[in-house]
């Protein structure tokens, strides 16, 4: 079974501010997640729900929530991680 990954408004300003190579890793980065899933390696609960930091490989991270009945990851931060 796959997984969607959805970017939601909240990331919309993080995604307009990347270069067009930038955006490109980052969604080529989010697209490998959708056969097994998000990594959910660092969880935090804010506000009451659940999210998750995780590093991508292409130098940025993501802020992100699940809902595992649905098998959606939503996209709520895109930062870098590493000097530009």
Do not use: N
Request: proline share 10%; charged share 25%.
């Amino acid at each position: 079974m796959t997984w969607r990954v959805l970017t939601t408004p909240a990331c919309e300003p993080d995604f307009q501010a990347l270069r067009d190579e930038d955006r490109t890793a980052v969604i080529e980065d989010l697209f490998a997640w959708v056969a097994d899933g998000p990594p959910r390696s660092s969880p935090r609960l804010v506000g009451g729900a659940m999210l998750f930091l995780d590093p991508l490989p292409c130098g940025f991270s993501v802020s992100y929530f699940i809902d595992e009945a649905q098998r959606y990851v939503a996209v709520v931060r895109v930062r870098r991680t590493e000097p530009s």
